[in-house]
């Protein structure tokens, strides 16, 4: 059995989205920007695209910016913003958890004359918004903020963060990709004047991503040249691709209720039975995405562990270092204080709407055997008590 | 995903010797759990004083349990002597090639022989054993490696570049600030012929009242290792002394540095030992009342 438990890393283009694109990668090769009608029936069903993924999010269709995906959104939104500024305010404030998409952009912004505060999380995750409140001040350019964790689905109170920076008067990014499709997001109604999101996340192929920019918000280009997306984002676009998001997040926009409710049970069922099932086995991260769950295998590695899980057919992931070839292990852990012991051992487990019973049922089965034998290996069990011993150092 | 082959793959899932012997006369233990790997190797010698039997535990990931499993296989029936000579490019060869990135699980194992060595030996001369050598001379902060261990390292599998080092023993794959010292180090030790091991004695420390050791671990910290971690934008601050276990609350040196807690540790608790007593542990006071800001 081959079953993926991999959707925070990417997910199965739905067979709508691929039925969708496929005439526009053979027939349908017009350039949507053309004065002719060939080209222009691509630019019609550009144009529907942009209100489906508007549609999901309560935007405007002007609103939208299609991207390259989740990363150029996110640099496009700090740095176009940033850069709009001229310099004028030099403090910017994120969060220790975000993705490296946003992380890198403010590391880089840091060495460049930025000055960052990163608001810690506590252990469950969650986000100290009294501290970011009391950091914003007359100097504060832009607040970043996830909206969801990728690794460990921990969801943030966007809502409350984007009025507060809107009454402060700074401009509020959020990186929204893990939450788009998964949640309902409502932007006629939430002040956030920057949201970023990949389609590859929900459904739709890998390369593609969009970028809320609410009217009114000022945004230098990255990409400088023809006057598509409204002359904030250069480039022919990729047609096909963006065909595919807009039925993807049709797909969402009718399914989210319901998938959410199936795929919240069966995450359920796997995480009581894992946390009942293996020993020392604890949940990382509260008040998550319906899909996620992150829990840590104590005493063993997580490389090992994907590895073996592997062997068996099932795609997880890990915030071990090893499995990602780093030396250090995941930086949102490690923010939420979750000890070495536990860091290491981490597995995440991300469901979709094409997750079944028997699949979660299947990993029930194998997992458990997995980490007890890993545990035989460990010299951090004891081999009699099969208790956890403290080995001096 | 890496790229294990065939014999990596045997020897992750069916690892040869796993366990645990009850009267070993020889064990060694190293890495941490904050590595991310950790081996504790033990042995029991026969009537010649060969290897008779041998068995592992390790943390870690598929190539660190491959390579232990190499390693009790290579050792078996050799003398103690012999077994200190295979060197972690054997382990490695015996697997048929590690990634180049996973070259240091192979040194793990030769590091916890030559532990398990050190171990036997102190225990048949009547010393008190310990189980690990207290590294003295820390080059990566981060990982916590030693001066000696990246000589040995480069000597053995004849090293020339610091990306090689990292590979090997991790060191300088953390907030890089090492990287300078091992350029150096590489230059040194590439220009000179290996010298000959000298024994470090340890000066004899008297005994101590409580509230003696916690002056003597403030002036310690104050003198020996605040300094250095301000410099570096980090601090720490004594919490508490219960036995021998001292409590401190620590924020790391460089924000790249995700385990600069840990080898802070490591580092703080060589410092402490050094100065105050050989029994001193330190842990870190839970990380939420250490709120700093990045
Ligand atoms: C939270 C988050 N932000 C950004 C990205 C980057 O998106 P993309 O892969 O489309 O560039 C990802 C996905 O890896 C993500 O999970």
Known sequence: MNVYLDNNATTRVAPEVVEAMLPLLADLYGNPSSMHSFGGQVGTQVQRARDQLAALIGADPVEVVFTSGGSESDNMAIRGTLMSMDGRKRHIITTRVEHPAVRGVFQHLGKTGYRVTEIPVDSDGALDVDMLENAISSDTALVSVMWANNETGVIFPIERIARICKERGVVFHTDAVQAVGKLPIDLSRTPIDLLSLSGHKLHAPKGIGALFVRKGAKMVPLIIGGHQEGGRRAGTENAASIVGLGVAAELAASQIQTENREVRRLRDRLQQGILKSCKDAVLNGKHRLPNTLNVSFKYIEGESILLMLDEVGISASSGSACASGALEPSHVLRAMGVPFTAAHGSIRFSLSRYTTQAEIDYVLEKLPPIVDRLREISPFIDDESGKPVELTL | ?294
């Not at chain 2, 020889?26 to 890495?31: A, D, F, H, K, P």
């Open chain 2, 1 to 294: 995903m890496w790229d294990y082959n065939d014999k990596v793959k045997d020897h992750f899932r069916n690892p040869r010797n796993v366990g645990y012997i009850k009267d070993a006369d020889g064990v060694g233990l190293v890495g941490s759990m904050a590595c991310g790997d950790a081996l504790k190797l033990m042995f029991k010698l026969d009537g010649e004083q060969r290897i008779e039997d041998v068995k592992f535990q390790t943390f870690g990931c598929a190539s660190a349990i491959a390579s232990s499993s190499a390693l009790t296989e290579l050792i078996k029936g050799k003398s103690l002597d012999e077994a200190a000579r295979v060197s972690n490019k054997e382990i490695a060869e015996y697997l048929g090639g590690l990634p180049e990135q996973k070259m240091h699980c192979s040194v793990l194992g030769r590091d916890a022989l030559l532990a398990a060595i050190d171990n036997y030996r102190k225990k048949s001369r009547g010393e008190q054993p310990e189980e690990v050598q207290v590294a003295s001379d820390v080059v990566c902060a981060c990982f916590g490696v030693t001066r000696q261990e990246i000589e040995r390292t480069v000597r053995e599998n004849k090293l020339s570049t610091v990306e090689e080092v990292t590979n090997y023993t991790k060191a300088g794959g953390g907030c890089g600030g090492c990287v300078p010292q091992i350029e150096e180090l590489l230059t040194e030790i590439n220009a000179s012929p290996p010298p000959v091991r000298e024994a470090q004695p340890k000066a004899a420390k008297k005994r101590l009242t409580t509230i003696q050791k916690i002056q003597l671990i403030q002036e310690t910290i104050d003198r020996e290792i605040r300094p250095q971690l301000q410099k570096d934008g980090g601090d720490i601050e004594l919490v508490d002394l219960d036995g021998d276990m001292v409590v401190v609350s620590m924020r790391g040196t460089c924000s790249h540095c995700k385990v600069a807690s840990f080898t802070l540790k490591f580092v703080v608790e060589n410092k402490l030992r050094e100065f105050v007593s050989d029994s001193l542990r330190v842990v870190e006071a839970s990380s939420a009342e250490a709120g700093d800001e990045a």
